[in-house]
């Protein structure tokens, strides 16, 4: 009898070849990294052509309606696709260390399990039962405002956006952007580069900075800027799932 089990995706042994220490560092130093190339050209066009298709999703977000900026995006239900449950259960491990390393420099109690499987229950048994993995979609002159994406009392302090359009031939414009509030300080903008495929693993809302009179917070926020022309479509992991 022919197995029914799925065929782990490329993207896994991809996930296992990251350098994972020199993404920690980058963390550590700015806030987020770069993953490049994560997702083939294939892989990200199946994902965005998942977008037509009603049943895959629970909800459906007009941005301009609740002043997130212009564009929209679909949370996706469960089960999610192979590919992304795939991609949120093997980058977990992974980025759990960190997380663990950030919430213990910054005084807070909450530990991270190893395990996806186990975090997951953690956030459904506090009412956290929604999934959060999203794909977002954006035409002409759509922005995602400055944001960040908590959805109740168990945040996992890390996430994951892919970029699954190509810069300059499918959009112009429409840059990943993350902001840093510093205290005392004035707040620093920054671009991401990001071509089809590429991933960027950031903070969900304050990572530690290490100062000379010690560690401190400070607070991310994160969005896209608006489009010139084209069309673009982004792949969200969300760790934590939503109340």
């Known amino acids: 009898m022919m197995s ?36 083939s050209a294939r892989e990200c066009d199946t ?17 301009a309606r609740h002043g997130f900026g212009r564009g929209e995006y679909k949370y996706f239900a469960y089960p999610l696709p192979s590919l992304v449950e795939e991609l949120r259960t ?5 980025l759990a260390p960190i997380a663990n390393r950030w919430h213990e420099t910054m005084g807070r109690d909450v530990r991270f399990p190893d395990d996806h499987a186990a975090f997951i229950a953690r956030c459904h048994a506090a009412g956290q039962t929604r999934p959060t993995p999203l794909l977002l979609q954006y ?3 759509d922005y995602n405002a400055l944001h960040q994406d908590l959805y109740g009392e168990h945040v996992f302090p890390l996430q994951v956006a892919v970029l699954l359009s190509e810069p300059g031939e499918d959009f112009e414009g429409g ?50 800027s608006k489009l010139r022309s084209g069309h673009r479509h982004t792949l969200g992991i969300i760790f934590h799932d939503a109340s």
């Open 139 to 141: 035409g002409k002159d």
């Open 90 to 94: 093997d980058l977990y491990p992974h």
């Open 47 to 63: 994902v965005a052509g998942r977008y037509d298709i009603d049943e895959d999703f629970r909800s459906h977000i007009i941005m």
């Open 175 to 224: 840059e990943f952007v993350l902001t840093e509030q510093r205290p005392r300080m004035q707040s620093r903008a920054m671009v991401v580069p990001l071509r089809q495929g590429d991933a960027v693993v950031f903070a969900v809302n304050s990572r530690p900075v290490q100062g000379t009179r010690g560690s401190y917070r400070v607070k991310l926020r994160h969005g896209v």
């Open 4 to 39: 029914t089990a799925r065929k782990p995706h490329e993207a896994s042994s991809r996930v296992e070849a990251i350098d994972w220490s020199a993404v920690s560092a980058d963390l550590d130093l700015q806030g987020w990294a770069n993953m490049p190339k994560l997702l």
